[in-house]
């Protein structure tokens, strides 16, 4: 049934945010921009597919054929036919389904979708990086060896930190990484005892998923007022036994976009109790050149390349996650590491490091994402980096600061001092009780060319907002313009609200419908 | 530069909006004793014109299959990548987004991954699959844990002819579990002997692991292996597949895989020094609300309109958190649509193509080396696809520098960690993809007669 309503509604272009549209774009011109009309489904690439069709020939082959058993041969790859120019448009019509950084403002809390500079593109495009294979002789790629030792340095450093293992896939991938360390080195103490760790209600869900991994127990440790409780901390350490705890998973600042202050304190409690501290370094971005985790009482954390060091996204990947340890868990980091002998007078991988809990992933690592990452921070240089954390700081901050009126933050409250590092969450209750759910207003978000923000984490009901640094104040303003509508949309009960998006390439999904009978793959039969 | 667009009379305009002096104020929660003091020990910043040439000049440094003809396999393969690739993966709207939460504004990243999911079933020949796990060795690791998790069983069979990686990132992920896993080694013809299989397995053994193409680059016997796994009820059979050898030999499911996984990369992923690359994932539907990572599936909007969201999440760490069926997040999406692009510019006709040409091209090479004097196939009753070893009458080690100075990447050696030190120190893992030309070929068999053929009698 269609709503009278959406027809009602003005419809936005979806596309307004980027360079196509005047400079000067407001909300102002966005609402009143034409309708376009319904947009066509876009075919799958197999019901385009025309039988004869080619986008691409070999070249005939040069050498004489060997016989091919039959019974070694199958039935073969059962794709779509297709020429150049039409899977090219294909492609072309998938892109302009889809929202990203490049296109419009992306403030997805806890993923910090900033820009990706295209410098890094480039670098990790070359030749001499993408043309090497991982089982080459060192001799052969000493540029790359040299280039990952030195990002192996820079992580040390701005973790405050002794060694670096760059090779996690992603930050899960990182966290089951240093998890596995800690408790080998527990192992190798004869402590082997210690199989809980403990993480806040408020934690991304890989921390308890990537324990559970490792066969450790999750102890969940209640927060107050956004912040780890301590003194429920201490209660769950006494209750479970300090000789139990391998170590406490903390996010940094936090997954409520705070920086728990009480962190020294928290890591001496650890401490105390022989177990260690875990961070989960997807907030980096905030503290970049202000404060570094080993200084602040951590022993072990990973870090998110697609997030804090600008590598991109890609519809989901690939990330990297490398971690960073004290002295006293490095024995036990992945093999090989990227190190430089000085017998031999060149970097190496060295799979000499008996202590090593051994491999966790092909290979050595995300070597092109690391590639990217090496020239971030090579062009922000120590005072760019540190830049880098105060403008997102304050571009957080100066979106809480104007929307918190109509937005509740409970725990940004500018009278009190409070302020936000560089994400906030606001939980818009007022908003909430004029009947619309927080889905509504995600959705119309998308309306107004913008894409939603992260929604029910840490908290139900809560969106949490991420600007980011690189973000122009003329685009902050254009969201708070688009969020002060949105609420005067809901004040008004406006019916729009519940039908959004309008145009979007599709209206709102039915997503139960697609988890009670799940069809995840194109057959003909449909 | 760190791309930064605040002007200084905005930061001041946005500093009077909060309400705060300076920036330091909005840090007011670090405590002074926890800040960093002064800046960071790091190289200063370099401009875009500098950044340009110390990266050139890193990687001139290095030298690779783009300089030489590259003979290397062992798990990554050097194989033809359309330039289409490259075009549709670099466009931002792919490369600048994030996961597809919100499907109405992701309706392309989910289409992809749809027409990706669809095409890796057809690959493995199996109901369906994910969009993507980190790489090819966690794949293996996460589908032994599927199995343990569906059949609740304590052991995992994995023939020792499963790329050392996978069998050491298996190693690493039960340790700590109440699992074992176990080693099959193979038989004189380098390949899994399927009755010693059957004896090794047990009313506790959760699946049986068989990579094919092997490690060696030998075919073995999936549908009697996995037989073998089917004697004891409820047992998976859990099938290493090559992507681009799905185009021409037997696929995991016609040969009686439940599970199938693979390392994506030569769909269209450069060597790029082993990573990023992508795993692959794909299993019989009975499996689907324990398989690990992502899933896009369909649905219609409001309008009855066709569209695609992400699904079955509450597999997913963001709801079950512990017990979740991965802990896995950020996947590899980018990856999986290089490959969905690989496989549409290819299409069924060109990825036959590259398969045949890959298998003529690597027995042209390996009948041609084997008849030089002193040099055997290792295992020359045992069908292989695009790569074999070779015993050769000098180390390998020696060999691979000195084809270096010719123009050939050689190599690995197997005897070395990387491999898994398995072989011994004369064997050397040979490697043709269609992209070698019958010209490098001959020179490199050239190259061997002349610098290590010995002399047939004196
Ligand atoms: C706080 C937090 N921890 C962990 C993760 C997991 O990181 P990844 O997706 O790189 O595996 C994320 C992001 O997705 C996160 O926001």
Redesign the pocket.
């Known amino acids: 049934m269609k709503s009278t309503h959406a027809d009602a509604l003005t419809r936005p272009e979806i596309h307004t945010m980027g360079t196509d549209k005047d400079a000067n774009v407001t909300t102002e011109n966005i609402v009143t921009a034409t309708p376009r009309g319904d947009r066509p489904v876009e075919p799958l690439v197999f019901e385009k597919s025309i039988p004869g069709q080619r986008a691409v020939t070999l070249p005939p082959l040069d050498v004489p054929e060997t016989a091919l058993p039959s019974e070694i041969v199958g039935g073969g790859f059962p794709g779509a036919e297709i020429g150049q120019l039409d899977l090219m448009r294909h492609y072309t019509h998938l892109a302009q389904r889809n929202f990203s950084v490049d296109g419009q403002f992306y403030p997805l809390g ?2 910090t979708m900033k820009y990706n500079p295209r410098i890094n593109e480039w670098a990790a495009s070359l030749p001499g990086f993408t043309g090497l294979h991982p089982l080459q002789a060192e001799t052969e790629t000493q540029g790359l060896l040299r280039l990952l030792f030195e990002l192996r340095g820079f992580l040390e450093e701005i973790a405050g930190l002794d060694e670096v293992c760059l090779q996690p896939a ?4 990182g ?1 089951y990484t240093a998890l596995k360390v800690i408790r080998a080195f527990y192992h190798d103490h004869g402590q082997s005892q210690r199989n809980k760790v403990l993480a806040p209600d408020t934690a ?1 869900g ?2 308890p998923a990537s324990c559970a991994m490792c066969g450790a127990n999750v102890i969940t440790v209640p927060s107050a007022s956004g912040y780890t409780d301590v003194d429920a901390l201490k209660e769950v350490i006494d209750r479970e036994g300090a000789d139990t705890i391998a170590a406490f998973m903390i ?1 940094n600042p936090n ?1 409520a976009g705070l920086f728990d202050s009480k962190i020294t304190e928290i890591a001496g409690i650890m401490h105390e109790a022989g177990g260690m501290v875990y961070l ?1 370094g ?2 980096m971005n905030a503290i970049l050149g202000k404060a570094r985790p080993g200084d602040f009482g951590v022993d072990a954390m990973h870090y ?1 390349t ?1 997030k804090t060091f600008s590598t991109p996204h890609g519809c989901g990947g690939p ?1 990297s ?1 490398p971690i960073a340890v004290t002295t006293k868990l490095a024995p036990y980091l992945p093999v090989p590491q990227v190190e430089y002998d000085d017998v031999r007078s060149m970097f190496s991988l060295n799979y000499n490091r008996p202590k090593s809990i051994g491999k966790v992933r092909s290979f050595f690592g995300q070597i092109g994402v690391l590639i990217r990452c090496w020239a971030y921070i090579r062009s922000c240089g120590p005072d760019g980096l540190r830049d880098v954390a105060e403008m997102s700081v304050l571009n957080a901050n100066y979106l809480a600061s104007q929307l918190h009126a109509r937005y509740e933050t409970p725990y940004f409250e500018p009278g009190k001092g409070k302020w936000c590092a560089h994400e906030f969450i606001t939980v818009p209750k007022s908003l909430l009780a004029h009947g619309v759910t927080l889905l509504d207003i995600a959705k119309r978000l998308i309306d107004y060319g913008i894409h939603p923000p992260t929604m029910h984490w840490p908290v139900h009901d809560c969106l949490m907002v991420e600007p980011t640094e690189t973000e122009s104040k003329r685009t902050l303003d254009t969201f708070i313009d688009a969020m002060s509508r949105i609420a005067d949309e809901i004040e008004s009960h406006d019916d729009a609200m519940h039908d959004a998006p309008a145009d979007a390439p599709v209206r709102r999904l039915d997503e139960v419908a697609a988890s009670r009978k799940p069809r995840l793959t194109f057959t003909d039969s449909q | 530069m760190n791309y930064t667009q605040i002007t200084p009379l905005e930061r001041e305009e946005m500093l009077e909006a909060i309400g705060v002096a300076g920036v330091d104020e909005l840090f007011s929660s670090i405590h002074p004793d926890d800040r960093l003091a002064g800046p960071l020990n790091l190289p200063p910043a370099a401009s875009e014109l500098e950044l340009q040439n110390e990266l050139n000049a890193l990687a001139e440094e290095n030298s690779g299959a783009h300089t030489h003809a590259c003979f290397m396999g062992a798990g990554s393969y050097d194989h033809f990548i359309p330039t289409l690739i490259d075009q549709v993966v670099g466009r931002g709207e792919f490369l600048t987004a994030y996961t597809p939460y919100q499907a109405e504004a992701s309706q392309g990243a989910l289409q992809a991954f749809f027409e990706f999911q669809t095409q890796v079933a057809g690959l493995a020949a199996l109901d369906v699959a994910n969009a993507s796990l980190y790489d090819g060795a966690t794949a293996v690791a996460e589908a032994a844990m599927l199995a343990v998790n569906v059949n609740g069983r304590r052991r995992v069979l994995v023939a020792s002819t499963v790329h050392p990686d996978s069998r050491a990132v298996l190693r690493t992920y039960f340790e700590e579990l109440p699992v074992t896993v176990v080693e099959i080694p193979a038989g004189p013809d380098g390949i899994i002997d399927p009755e010693a299989l059957a004896q090794a397995i047990d009313n506790d053994t959760a699946c049986v692991i068989v990579q094919s193409p092997n490690f060696h680059g030998l075919i073995e016997d999936w549908n009697a292996c996995f037989e073998a796994a089917h004697s004891i009820p409820k047992t998976l059979g859990i099938a290493v597949f090559n992507p681009i050898a799905c185009g021409l030999l037997n696929r995991p499911g016609e040969c009686g895989a439940d599970v199938a996984v693979a390392e994506g990369q030569p769909l269209g992923t450069p060597l790029q020094f082993g990573g990023p690359y992508l795993g692959l994932f794909a299993a019989k539907n009975a499996f689907v609300r324990k398989m690990p990572g992502r899933l896009v599936g369909e649905t219609v909007d409001t309008d009855g309109r066709r569209a695609f969201c992400l699904t079955l999440q509450t597999r997913e760490q963001h709801i079950r958190r512990e017990k979740a069926t991965s802990n ?3 996947n590899q999406g980018l990856l999986a649509l290089r490959a969905t692009v690989f496989l549409n510019t290819l299409g069924p006709q060109g990825l036959a193509e590259m398969a045949e040409q890959s298998y003529h091209k690597a027995h042209y090479l390996a009948t041609r080396i084997a008849e030089i004097t002193g040099f055997a196939l290792k295992y020359p009753d045992t069908r292989f696809f695009n790569e074999f070893v070779v015993t050769c009458p000098a180390p390998a080690a020696a060999i691979i520098e000195a084809a270096v100075h010719e123009g050939f990447l050689l190599g690995p050696p197997l005897d070395t960690p990387a491999t898994g030190a398995q072989g011994s120190p004369n064997d050397l893992l040979i490697c043709a993809t269609e992209k070698r030309s019958r010209a490098e070929l001959d020179s490199l068999v050239e190259f061997l007669a002349r610098e290590y053929g010995l002399q047939t009698s004196d």
């Open positions: 806890s993923c992603a930050g899960a991938h966290e991304h890989t921390n996010t997954t989960d997807a907030n998110n697609h990330g996650g | 896995i997040c950020t």
